[in-house]
């Protein structure tokens, strides 16, 4: 039985690996000269407040060495600008350009088809199965976290 649960997380998880490629052959033409770590990148300085590396670093979970990888590939695709504050000449912070909004923008449609799908399909499942479901995956994603700690 447990053996059948982690190969069916396995299997779950290869899925989505084979979904997040369709998606991203099938997107907007826009979105196809990015990576999904550029996307979600682009959407957490949309999001953050004055974003720099180490933020982005902290809020994406990849090191600053990669987001700084990320952020000149951006920087070259027109995505991003760099900027600083007049108290703080040497803290660089990021921003997009009109063009970066417009990726953005379409990054955030697919999100909200996707997610919108997601939904129509947790909201046919009977209510007492759901919450065993989610006091499961609560508790996995814990496990998870401490694992990682």
């Not at 952020?71 to 995505?79: E, F, N, P, Q, W």
């Not at 600008?81 to 803290?91: A, H, P, R």
């Not at 995956?137 to 990682?148: P, V």
């Amino acid at each position: 039985m447990n053996e059948n649960l982690l190969d069916l997380i396995l299997e779950i998880s290869k899925k989505q690996e084979i979904l997040n490629k369709y998606i991203k052959e099938t997107t907007n033409e826009i979105l196809k000269d990015f990576s999904f770590s550029e996307m979600h990148c682009i959407a957490q300085i949309q999001k953050l407040e004055n974003p720099n590396v180490t933020k982005l670093s902290e809020v994406l979970n990849i090191t600053r060495g990669g987001i700084s990888k990320i952020i000149k590939r951006l920087i070259s695709k027109g995505v991003l600008e760099i900027y600083t504050s007049e108290f703080n000449q040497k803290e660089i912070y990021y921003k997009l350009t009109e063009y970066g909004q417009i990726v953005n923008k379409e990054h955030e449609k697919i999100h909200e088809v996707l997610c919108n799908k997601d939904l129509e399909f947790i909201q046919s499942i009977d209510k007492d199965k759901l919450q065993i479901i989610k006091e499961f995956l609560t508790d996995y994603n814990n496990y998870l976290e401490n694992k990682l700690s």
